[in-house]
Every structure is written in structure tokens, then in C-alpha cells.
């Protein structure tokens, strides 16, 4: 298998544009991800799916933010609308883990459905009293065991149904009181004081792939983790993570420089892919060239993600929405 390019990209609207399909076709991205502007109906979105992955001589993942809540992409009529999650995992109370369960069974199949077969989910940031509103109802609750078992229980809903979970924000992001999408959380707790912070990803280390937090532990080193390569030997060593690690958007404003600065940055650090989410088709071919292929480990991961998909187990979805509504 030749090697992929180190990025995950987006595209600009409801089909490629002659550039974007040249691009991508001469650089072979690792992946792609879809947002609300790529959406209008079933039909077209499935269309789109196979033009992405037509470009490439791969079976591509194509991702989406499919948490459920504010951070939903598909709406109705295209999928079902739902809680935030920290609402569903507190309706359910000790039910919580069936319950999320089911809700990322329910949304696997609806992503498939469509075209699309990784989800940016488990979320198992553990929420604190001052986590920032962009990021707190979004978590599945605040005591870091509890995270675990729901975030196990919201991967496999998603293996389940045929769809790649990526374990987010790594290696933990729920102490952020600022926005990392206009700017840099800061986090000042001792190296002792954060091992509830890590704990979920130590135990889901064996999930296929995962995203970066753009946040700094000043105890442990003063660049984000997603270009420090301190934290990412964490995340390999302590936290034994072996699955593809991808950037968190690098288009945040967390970072600094430019998108095609971060992405050299983020690389040296030793993450594994770039996600360029949003930004013009000169942004994105400068973090195409930016990128190059991938290393020889990265390629490693990202064949054995590739290998790792699944085939949708049958289940009757009308009786597991019957069983979660009855929680």
C-alpha cells in the first residue's frame, strides 16, 4: 500500500470542486471530514462520500462530529436530534452507560447510512465546575470512572455499528476554562493532580484512533500537547496510546503560526495525521505540502486502522431507540 498523506482534510461544499478533487487525487489524504456546510440531503451526502473517496486509492475514513447535541452535524430529517450529553448520561442515571450505548448504536447507524464511517467520539474529557461552557455538557460527567465505563460504552456502540470511534481530546481537556477554538487553555495543575484527567485514555488506550487536546499542562511542558513532544511520549508511554493519533483542527487559534506551520509542528511532535478542517483551498494545499507522506509508524497505525473496520452487526434500531426512550 503506498503512503498516505499526512492529513485529514475538508472540503468547501455539497460536492468537490475540480481543484479539490486534483488535490486530493495528487497527495492521497489519509482521510476526510464532513461539517454542516457538506449537508443537504441524504442522496447528496452519500454522493459526496463516494466522490471523497474515489480520489484515493484507499478506502478512506470519512469523519464527522456526531456527539449528539450542540456538536451534531447531521440533523433531522437526517438523523435524529439529541441531548447534549451530559443530559442523557444524567436522565439516565444508573442506566447511563446502556443508555449512551445505544444512543452511539443509533447514531453508527445512521452514519453508515450516509456514507460515513468514523465518529469523533468517545468525548471522555472529565468535566469540573469552571470547565468552559464550549466544552462541559458536552462531557460525560465528572468523576473519571464513571467517564471510563460510558466512554467504553460509546466506543463499542460505535464499533458496533461499523463506525471508527476516535477517542477525544487527548490527553484530557476538561480543566480548560478558555475556548481552544479562539484561544490556548492553560492548565497549572501539579503533574500529581492530573492522573484523573488521564485516567480515561489509559484505559481506552486500545481504541484505533484519537485527537489532541491544543492545551498546555504547564508542569509537564509549556507547548500545547498537540506540538509538544513531551506529551506525546506521555501519551505513547504512560498513557501506552498505539493507535493513529490525529491533531485536533489545527485551524484552532490555540495555535500559533500559520496552518502550515502548526502542521510541520504538530508532525515533529509525533503525532501521526494533521486535521484541517476548515480554511480556503490555499490553506489546504500549503498543509498538503506541509504534511508529505506519512512516516513509517504512521503508516503502520493507519494500515491497522484500515484493517480494524467491522461489519455492522444486525440489530432492530426501532428496539434499541424503544429501550433508550424508556430510560
Same mark, same amino acid.
Given at each position: 500500500?503506498?503512503?498516505?498523506?499526512?492529513?485529514?482534510?475538508? /472540503?468547501?461544499?455539497?460536492?468537490? !470542486?475540480?481543484?479539490?478533487?486534483?488535490?486530493?487525487?495528487?497527495?492521497?489524504?489519509?482521510?476526510?471530514?464532513?461539517?454542516?456546510?457538506?449537508?443537504?440531503?441524504?442522496?447528496?451526502?452519500?454522493?459526496?462520500?463516494?466522490?471523497?473517496?474515489?480520489?484515493?486509492?484507499?478506502?478512506?475514513?470519512?469523519?464527522?462530529?456526531?456527539?449528539?447535541?450542540? +456538536?451534531?452535524?447531521?440533523?433531522?430529517?437526517?438523523?435524529?436530534?439529541?441531548?447534549?450529553?451530559?443530559?442523557? +448520561?444524567?436522565?439516565?442515571?444508573?442506566?447511563?452507560?446502556?443508555?449512551?450505548?445505544?444512543?452511539?448504536?443509533?447514531?453508527?447507524?445512521?452514519?453508515? =447510512?450516509?456514507?460515513?464511517?468514523?465518529? /469523533?467520539?468517545?468525548?471522555?474529557?472529565?468535566?469540573?465546575?469552571?470547565?468552559?461552557?464550549?466544552?462541559?455538557?458536552? /462531557?460525560?460527567?465528572?468523576?473519571?470512572?464513571?467517564?471510563?465505563?460510558?466512554?467504553?460504552?460509546?466506543?463499542?456502540?460505535?464499533?458496533?455499528?461499523?463506525?471508527?470511534? +476516535?477517542?477525544?481530546?487527548?490527553?484530557?481537556?476538561?480543566?480548560?476554562?478558555?475556548?481552544?477554538?479562539?484561544? %490556548?487553555?492553560?492548565?497549572?495543575?501539579?503533574?500529581?493532580? %492530573?492522573?484523573?484527567?488521564?485516567?480515561?485514555?489509559? $484505559?481506552?488506550?486500545?481504541?484505533?484512533?484519537?485527537?489532541? $487536546?491544543?492545551?498546555?499542562?504547564?508542569?509537564?511542558?509549556?507547548?500545547?500537547? !498537540?506540538?509538544?513532544? =513531551?506529551?506525546?511520549?506521555?501519551?505513547?508511554?504512560?498513557?501506552?496510546?498505539?493507535?493513529?493519533?490525529?491533531?485536533?483542527?489545527?485551524?484552532?487559534? $490555540?495555535?500559533?503560526?500559520?496552518?502550515?506551520?502548526?502542521?510541520?509542528?504538530?508532525?515533529?511532535?509525533?503525532?501521526?495525521?494533521? %486535521?484541517?478542517?476548515?480554511? =480556503?483551498?490555499?490553506?489546504?494545499?500549503?498543509?498538503?505540502?506541509?504534511?508529505?507522506?506519512?512516516?513509517?509508524?504512521?503508516?503502520?497505525?493507519?494500515? =491497522?486502522?484500515?484493517?480494524?473496520?467491522?461489519?455492522?452487526?444486525?440489530?432492530?434500531?426501532?428496539?434499541?431507540?424503544?429501550?433508550?426512550?424508556?430510560?
Amino acid at each position: 500500500m503506498s503512503r498516505f498523506c499526512a492529513a485529514i482534510f475538508g /472540503c468547501d461544499g455539497l460536492r468537490l !470542486t475540480a481543484d479539490e478533487r486534483s488535490l486530493f487525487r495528487a497527495v492521497q489524504p489519509f482521510g476526510f471530514i464532513l461539517f454542516a456546510r457538506n449537508i443537504d440531503s441524504a442522496a447528496q451526502v452519500r454522493a459526496l462520500c463516494d466522490e471523497l473517496r474515489e480520489t484515493v486509492a484507499h478506502n478512506a475514513p470519512i469523519l464527522i462530529d456526531q456527539e449528539g447535541g450542540r +456538536v451534531q452535524r447531521f440533523r433531522s430529517p437526517l438523523a435524529r436530534e439529541w441531548l447534549p450529553p451530559l443530559e442523557q +448520561v444524567s436522565k439516565a442515571g444508573k442506566n447511563a452507560a446502556r443508555a449512551m450505548y445505544l444512543r452511539y448504536r443509533i447514531i453508527a447507524h445512521e452514519l453508515m =447510512t450516509l456514507g460515513v464511517d468514523a465518529n /469523533c467520539a468517545p468525548m471522555v474529557d472529565v468535566a469540573r465546575e469552571d470547565t468552559h461552557p464550549f466544552l462541559k455538557n458536552r /462531557c460525560y460527567g465528572s468523576d473519571f470512572a464513571q467517564v471510563t465505563d460510558i466512554g467504553r460504552a460509546v466506543a463499542n456502540g460505535l464499533w458496533d455499528g461499523g463506525v471508527f470511534p +476516535v477517542i477525544k481530546h487527548m490527553p484530557g481537556h476538561g480543566r480548560a476554562v478558555v475556548d481552544s477554538h479562539l484561544d %490556548l487553555p492553560r492548565v497549572s495543575a501539579a503533574r500529581s493532580e %492530573l492522573e484523573s484527567d488521564f485516567a480515561p485514555f489509559r $484505559a481506552l488506550n486500545d481504541l484505533p484512533m484519537g485527537m489532541t $487536546a491544543h492545551i498546555v499542562f504547564e508542569d509537564i511542558d509549556d507547548a500545547p500537547a !498537540t506540538t509538544s513532544p =513531551t506529551m506525546m511520549r506521555l501519551l505513547r508511554e504512560e498513557i501506552g496510546f498505539d493507535g493513529l493519533i490525529m491533531t485536533d483542527d489545527i485551524g484552532m487559534e $490555540a495555535l500559533d503560526g500559520t496552518v502550515d506551520q502548526r502542521a510541520v509542528a504538530s508532525l515533529g511532535a509525533g503525532c501521526d495525521v494533521v %486535521l484541517h478542517c476548515n480554511g =480556503t483551498f490555499a490553506d489546504r494545499r500549503a498543509v498538503a505540502e506541509a504534511c508529505g507522506d506519512m512516516s513509517e509508524e504512521a503508516q503502520r497505525r493507519a494500515e =491497522t486502522v484500515l484493517l480494524a473496520r467491522r461489519v455492522p452487526e444486525a440489530v432492530d434500531i426501532d428496539a434499541l431507540a424503544e429501550e433508550l426512550n424508556a430510560f
